[in-house]
Nanobody, 115 residues
Framework: QVQLVEYGGGLVQPGGSLRLSCAAS????????MAWYRQAPGKQRELVAS???????NYADSVKGRVTISRDGTKNTVWLQMSSLSPEDTAVYYC?????????WGQGTQVTVSS
């Protein structure tokens, strides 16, 4: 059973930075892709950033230039570095891994941007 565990959420002031971590229970290169999604209250879950097994990266337009997704296969970990945060970035952030037709999700970590 694949497990994804997110770390690093919390309260940050506008303009601040935060790094989220996603630790996978197995080799992250077993997955076709890994991604970060977020869901704000009353809104649908949306893609923030993704990286596929070949290293191709995709960012949502709303976060381009402020977010970096990265990974380390030796640690089975994917990170999401976020900067210039605004209240609009407040959401629960979820780690996602796709393998063939299977989608795996972490439990989510809350990010709140507020003064």
């Amino acid at each position: 059973q694949v497990q994804l565990v997110e770390y690093g959420g919390g309260l940050v002031q506008p303009g601040g930075s935060l790094r989220l971590s996603c630790a996978a229970s197995e080799n992250i290169f077993n997955f076709n892709s890994m991604a970060w999604y977020r869901q704000a209250p009353g809104k649908q879950r949306e893609l923030v950033a993704s990286i596929n097994v070949g290293g191709k990266i995709n960012y949502a337009d709303s976060v381009k230039g402020r977010v970096t997704i990265s990974r380390d296969g030796t640690k089975n970990t994917v990170w999401l570095q976020m900067s210039s945060l605004s209240p609009e970035d407040t959401a629960v952030y979820y780690c996602n891994a796709q393998m063939l037709r299977m989608n795996y999700w972490g439990q989510g970590t809350q990010v709140t941007v507020s003064s």
